[in-house]
């Protein structure tokens, strides 16, 4: 499973989110970073680092 936690890119955050692969976690982040922050627009750059960020837990 794959985990990434919003607060590793927007400080203050505490949503974590779950799911088979990292595009499906991703996914997840992408639709909270617009509901939540605002984040309607996620450049190339900052999903490259966001893909970075995801670890793989049990
Ligand atoms: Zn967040």
Do not use: N
Request: glycine share 8%; aromatic share 4%.
């Amino acid at each position: 499973m794959k985990r990434f936690a919003c607060g590793d890119v927007v400080p203050g955050c505490e949503d974590v989110f779950l799911g088979a692969t990292e595009d499906e976690v991703l996914d997840k982040a992408l639709q909270h970073a617009a509901d939540a922050h605002g984040m309607t627009e996620v450049s190339e750059e900052t999903m490259d680092h966001a893909r970075g960020l995801v670890t793989t837990v049990a």
